[in-house]
């Protein structure tokens, strides 16, 4: 069965600190995809990004980074020099390969991400 | 301008009494699915859809029930709600061979006393 996990449930940093987020995911499908989705307080879900399974390698995007390795089935996701507006929830997910015909997209349980001024 | 609409976006109500929770894409998605956000759960999928008239369920789909007559529209309906109903709920929707980014409405909360 796929199953995601988030064990940090809460980071709390001071801004301009690096802070990664962690996440762990179970599946027996070779083909799959992972998201990180951002929720920050007023209540949407922003997506971030979605990679492939056969796509290892890492993804920068400004401040933001992820870090995909199969070896330890884990998609990190990293924020460099956090700032006050990257308080948030963020959660990671998991679909297997038909996630476009609709299949099940498993959440994980998510980490909140508080950043102190 | 793209967009996942849901309503009400707050709702209480007693035990028992039928409600409905609309949501409504104008993006043409193919796929939609409603989601419930407890803490500590993170999201966990009630039901989903493929497309018109084709709906499967998804973790938790006990005590509700979907539709999907029209491509754009997927209400979630609660026939007899319960407390343990209360929560969070979001729609969202996707494309067909697309980058595989959900859209999510803004989600409704709802609370059954």
């Known amino acids: 069965a796929q199953k995601v996990t988030q064990a940090q449930t809460e980071i709390s940093v001071v801004e301009k600190e690096d802070v990664t987020l962690d996440c762990v995911y179970e599946?027996?499908?070779?083909?799959?995809?992972l998201f990180w989705y951002k929720q920050p307080p007023s209540g949407e879900l922003v997506f971030l990004i979605r990679?492939?399974?056969?796509?290892?390698q890492n993804e920068i995007s400004g401040r933001y980074s992820w870090n995909f390795q199969k070896s330890t089935s884990s998609f990190n996701f990293t924020i460099t020099a956090s700032q006050v507006v990257d308080s948030a929830v963020y959660f990671c997910?998991?679909?297997?390969?038909?996630?476009?015909?609709?299949?099940?997209?498993?959440f994980g349980s998510g980490t909140r991400l508080s950043i102190r001024p | 301008e793209a967009q996942v609409t849901q309503n009400p976006r707050y709702l209480i109500t007693v035990t028992g009494k039928k409600l409905t929770v609309t949501c409504s894409q104008n993006?043409?998605?193919?796929?939609m699915s409603w989601y419930r956000q407890d803490p500590g759960l993170g999201l966990r999928q009630i039901y989903y859809?493929?497309?018109?008239?084709?709906?499967d369920k998804g973790d938790v789909p006990e005590g509700y029930k979907v539709s999907r007559k029209e491509k754009r529209n997927f209400p979630l309906i609660l026939e007899s709600p319960s407390p343990n109903q209360t929560s969070l709920y979001f729609c969202?929707?996707?494309?067909?061979?697309?980058?595989?980014?959900?859209?999510f409405g803004e989600g409704s909360r709802l609370t059954v006393l």
């Open positions: 997910a998991l679909s297997d390969e038909s996630y476009s015909s609709a299949s099940k997209i498993i």
């Open positions: 599946t027996r499908d070779t083909t799959y995809y």
């Open positions: 990679r492939n399974s056969f796509d290892e």
């Open positions: 993006m043409n998605h193919e796929y």
């Open positions: 859809s493929m497309n018109v008239e084709v709906t």
């Open positions: 969202a929707s996707w494309a067909s061979g697309g980058t595989g980014e959900l859209f």
